[in-house]
């Protein structure tokens, strides 16, 4: 069974390893969110793309919940020390990552040539698509100005509420395969991630929302909250700003016509939707709640 | 009493240290080569001015001889798990360095502006200069073909012989102060280091040598070799495929015209040389080696 996760970072990764750990090896193909990305010390970070890869390659630290396990923080340490720029979070182990593809692309190969070779080298067999090769980038609009995304996300700790999500894109082009992984999907799955800030973005490289409308699969998506909450992050208090609440039926309406179900936790009242809902425990603590989530999915599309 | 003193890496650097030992603060220039700088992931590395840097900071490895006290590998261990480049061995802490040099460089600041700010984080009260801001590079002829320095040094481990060192240069301007630092200094030293490929391209770069031949300071050598045998690296070997010997006098012929005194070890036999011979225990194998040997320095120029 052929499937296709479009997938933000950290709790879209969990699913995506889910996904892979319920499917047989090769049946998994996930869309990275790429407009997250951001140059720190020069160096080409890809937070989404880095979460699911070390997911799906076992190298994720399950506890903190973003990054590598084992990580170590000598060389930002030293970056510190001489003046440099520290506010991103790099550990030793995630900047050999960053150093491979920066190098990479500063030789013209691209993003998604490259995530292929790195997702080989870590002996990953799911395919792990970066959205486009193309430049993308998230300007979140907050009543304190207008940031990057990592800007707001990491160096102001989300604490301004957003009032909208712009995306700076210059008719970026799907990365090669992404279109066909849709159109050949025998499922399509919505990662649980933010709608307005990881999937909004991959919806919005022309094509890609066009491929999920037209499809032939079911789309199935999880939502991201549990008990109207966000399991972590900012999104809640973004839906409700934004959407006017967080119920099921709000996370729906940032999909419209692209999903036949949403698979919803235990703790959110069904409430009137357009789709069908499927209701399970999605808080993911560790691979086989993952997996077990992923198996729910996969059954949604039966 | 101001002292210039041209330089190559580990054992130049020592010299540094000594000499910013025995004089007072400020009184010390460095001039560092830079022919030597290597592009590694995409990073600007400057072995020669990091040695320099590392040594007068007091950060350096005295052990090893080079890079810095209490390394770790960890990120050039995820470089090379993730396919990279993993010939030039890059620590944790000498990582830090590169990264925030390369982010400045890659943002327009000359290597100059850079050095200096890098130094001031340091605490170092000694000046350090490149010999330039421009492009300048290393290529060693050897019967095996030709290598950049770093190709030749790390990755062949200097194991063919030498022909020729030839510079690789496109009219390169001696850095902001360089030219000043020579004339205005009250002594001139030639560090320990190779007269071809560490202190020749430091007299290749325009202006640099006619402002040590019109000196009105005296410039002192110190020998790299000590029983016309190099202490580390292929410079005994350079000398005699390329000089026809070993002994003080070749060492002297390196620097015709420059240099009013060359300090050379116990273990060289005087020889008839065209200039003043001093000498002295020459080692340098801790930083009261180094002092020691630039006191003799110092006292040779009065």
Redesign the interface.
């Known amino acids: 069974m052929k499937v296709t996760c479009l997938s933000g970072g950290v709790g879209g990764a969990k699913l995506a390893r889910g996904l892979q750990d319920a499917l047989a090896p090769g049946e998994l193909t996930v869309v990275g969110n790429v407009a997250d990305d951001v140059e720190v010390?020069?160096?080409y970070v890809s937070p989404d793309l880095d979460s699911i890869l070390y997911a799906l390659a076992g190298l994720n630290d399950e506890e903190r919940g973003w990054g590598r396990a084992d990580e170590?923080w000598?060389?930002?340490?030293?970056?510190?020390?001489?003046?440099?720029?520290d506010w991103f979070r790099l550990g030793?182990?995630?900047?050999?990552?960053h150093?491979?593809r920066?190098?990479a692309l500063?030789r013209g190969e691209p993003l998604s040539h490259v995530t292929a070779?790195?997702a080989r080298?870590?002996g990953v067999e799911s395919r792990l698509l970066p959205a486009t090769d193309d430049r993308l980038r998230t300007t979140v609009v907050t009543p304190a100005g207008r940031f990057s995304f990592q800007e707001w996300f990491v160096a102001r700790r989300h604490a301004d509420e957003v009032d909208a999500v712009e995306l700076e894109l210059d008719r970026p082009v799907p990365a090669p395969g992404v279109i066909e992984a849709i159109e050949d999907a025998d499922l399509i799955v919505f990662a649980p991630s933010n709608p307005y800030v990881s999937l909004g973005p991959i919806l919005a490289v022309p094509g890609i929302r066009a491929a999920v409308s037209s499809r032939r699969a079911r789309c199935v998506a999880v939502s991201p909250l549990i008990g109207g909450r966000a399991v972590k992050g900012p999104l809640d208090r973004m839906l409700l700003r934004m959407a006017g609440g967080t119920s099921p039926a709000h996370v729906v309406g940032c999909y419209e016509g692209l999903i036949d179900a949403l698979v919803i936790d235990g703790a959110d009242a069904p409430a009137d939707a357009p789709v069908a809902l499927i209701v399970t425990d999605t808080l993911m603590r560790d691979r086989d709640d993952g997996r077990r989530l992923a198996e729910t999915v996969i059954e949604a599309a039966a």
């Open positions: 010390l020069g160096l170590s000598r060389t930002l340490e030293s970056v510190s020390a001489w003046g440099g720029e030793d182990l995630d900047l050999g990552l150093l491979v920066s190098h500063g070779r790195l080298e870590a």
